[in-house]
Every structure is written in structure tokens, then in C-alpha cells.
């Protein structure tokens, strides 16, 4: 079995019939410098979302409805030893500031929120909505 | 076929459609394609139509997929898929595999237009001849990617660049064509209706991975909202795919082998039509009294088309 190295080469060298495998340990993954991952569409936000990991419950309602994929997840395993999702963060390399992720929130206080693109993310989280 | 439990599970899949495509913020596209690409862990070989998605996704030199990917004009999405599963059944015979201990899937993606209009005499030919494919339409009601033209996607009352709202006109003139149902038509053997978001990505998820298992043609028609064109905010995307299945204006539901209709999801109480067309600017002049006829024809074509479903899914034909 070709690695996928190997099958990374230029177009016209790739054998007929080769499909490119899935990479299912993300830590494996190779990205090209021409993946998309590596572009940046940040200066097509005037607003960034703040992430509170305080208030995220780790539903993941943000992780599945970013159409831009730049919810940085990490796996870990929960009490009954299964695996689970936690959100760590943003990459806002990819965010292009819509906000989808803020309306589909489901906590009380929200824990993603819109604040403009320079006000500084500890500045944001010293700013957050307290409870009554 | 992949076991989708909960949300904090599928969220650990590694995605294989990368962010840092141009996409509109918010387009519904983006969520669509990740899920169903994600839906499963066999390798994946896509062919794109010409359309939002290939164009946004593939400006040179970036490419956003992680799976072997071939575009392909606006015409012969399915035909290109066809051709590729045939060529890689044809060299299963032969052993002449490069991989051969892993499962490869066929998916395309083609647009309205591209599916509809321009595109479905290659996908008809494609599920007749009944290559093993999965056929995904991102269904956004016209031509969005060329400044919004209309399509025989786009619903009746629509403003559309070639089917402007004025004095004399009220937008589109034509009802949407019922593409889930040609397609059941055609005998595939799995055909389903889907929206994007956070309310029914199990839905989403669960239909994609089915499709993907089921050996023969089978379709997914998929609602994506378009923020550019439909004229609402970005951060609304969500909310109108939900409402346009409350409303039933695009009920969710599964036909197999052609004729074995299952209702998805009921919604407890119908929405009126006037909470959806409110919410987007393309249906703003119907709110006019000389249009107000209007809405009350879409509301009882949207009641008559929920009652067909329910009946046929009662009498199980």
C-alpha cells in the first residue's frame, strides 16, 4: 500500500486508479502549502466572534455549523471512556466574521460573542454579559 | 456504514473540506459539503459541477478538499462520477487496484442549476444506468454564482435578476420543480431532502451516511440558504433552513426504492408562509397589498403538497 506521500506527487505522476486515502489521526495529516488551510480570509471581517471557555457546555452546535471549519477541536475522553469533542478555540485565519456560530449558542449567557475586530480577547472576556 | 451517535462524537471526525475557501460568510454550502464529507470514513472520490462551490473552492493554486476531487463542467457532474466509478469497477476486475483493502465511495456535487437545469440529463442517464454514486444538489433557487438569474429551482414570487419585481411583474412566475420526486421516479434506490444547521445535522448526517452505503444511485436534495441573493444577514442562515422546514416549504423526508415515502420530521405547529418570505428581502414586495394574493396561493400550495406527503406515506406507495 502506498503511504500517502508517496502519492502526493505531481499530477501527470499519480497512477490510475489511485484514490487518496482519508487521514484518520489528524496528527498524521499532511497539508500541502497550497491547502486552502493555509490562506488566510481574515481581513474579510469587520467583527470577530469571542470564545468564553468558562460559560461552553461543548455542545458543538458551532463546531457543526461553521461553514468555514475554524473551530479548533480537541479529543478527549469523558467519565464513561468514551471519546468526546472539546472546543479549545478559533482559528481566525479562517473566520470570515458571520456569526452563525453566536445565533446557534444555546447557554443562557452566551458563550461565543461578537465584538469588533480590535478589541483585544482578554479586553472581550473582562466585557462579558455578567448574570443578574 | 459510519455510526453518527451524538454531536460530541461526529465534532472528533478530522475534516476533510478545509476552511479558507471563499465562500460567502455564512453561505450554507460550506456546512452542507463538511457533513456529508465528514458523514463517513472511506475514501471519497468528488466531482464538483461548475457553480459556487467549485468556484470558491478551488482558486488557484489552493485547493480546499482533502479527497480526490474533479471538476468538471456545468453539464456532466454525474457523467464524470459515472465514468470514474466505472474505470475503478473496471480495474477491481482486473486487480489492478492501488489500494486495494480500503473502501472507496463516489460522491458529486452539482448546484441547482447544475442539477435541475443544466445538469440533469447526466444525472438521469447516470441513475438509469445504475452507477453506484451518491448525487448531492445544493439547492440555493437560481443562479447565485453568476448575480442571482432565475432557475426552475426558484419558488413562485421570487425577485430573481431575470425575473424582476415591479409594477407589472411580481417575480417569478413558475413553481419550483419537484426534483426529489423525479428523481424517486427514476426507481434509484435512496433519495432524501435535507437542511443545514444546528437542529437537523443529525438528519443531515444520518441521510448522508445512509446514501453513501447503499449500493446503486441515490440523491440527496439539500436546501442552502444564500445569503448574497436571498438578501437576509449572514448570522440568519441557520434560522431560515429551520423555518423553511417549519413551515414545510421544504419538508424533510425519504423515499426508498423509488417509492417508499417516510416523513422525517413533523413540525408541531405549522409556521405560516408569511414567517419565511417575511425574513428575506427577495420576497419583500409580496408584503404589498396588490401582491397579498400571492401569498395566500403559496400558502395553500405549501398546505396541499404536505397533505400529498402525509397521504403517501400513510398508504405506503
Known sequence: ?132 | MKNIGNLKEFACTPDRFQGGHRLCPGCAHGMIVREVVNATDDDLVVSTATGCLEVCSAIYPYTSWDVSWLHIGFENAAAGISGAEAMYKALSRKNKLYNEDRNVKFVAFGGDGGTYDIGFQSLSGATERGHDFLYVCLDNEGYMNTGGQRSSSTPIGAHTTTSPRGRVSYGEKHRKKDLTMIMAAHGAPYVATAVPGSKHWKDLAAKAAKALSTVGPTFINALSPCTTEWKFKPEDTVEIGDLAVETCMFPLYEIEDGHKLTINYRPKNKVPVEEYLSKQGRFSHLFKPENKWLIEEIQKEVDRYWEYLQRREEAGV
Open chain 1, 1 to 132: 500500500m502506498a503511504t500517502p506521500k508517496e502519492m502526493m506527487t505531481t499530477w501527470d505522476k499519480i497512477q490510475p486508479g489511485a484514490v487518496l486515502p482519508s487521514f484518520e489521526d489528524p496528527e498524521k495529516k499532511i497539508r500541502s502549502k497550497f491547502n486552502s488551510y493555509n490562506y488566510k480570509v481574515a481581513d474579510w471581517r469587520v467583527e470577530k466572534p469571542v470564545f468564553n471557555r468558562d460559560l461552553c457546555i461543548d455542545c458543538d452546535f458551532c463546531w457543526v455549523s461553521c461553514p468555514d471549519s475554524c473551530f479548533i477541536v480537541e479529543e478527549v475522553e469523558n467519565k464513561r471512556g468514551k471519546k468526546q469533542a472539546k472546543i479549545v478555540g478559533i482559528n481566525y485565519n479562517l473566520c470570515k466574521g458571520c456569526a452563525v456560530c453566536v445565533e446557534v449558542c444555546p447557554t443562557p449567557i452566551k458563550s461565543l460573542l461578537m465584538f469588533p475586530e480590535f478589541v483585544d480577547n482578554d479586553e472581550a472576556l473582562k466585557q462579558w454579559p455578567k448574570k443578574d
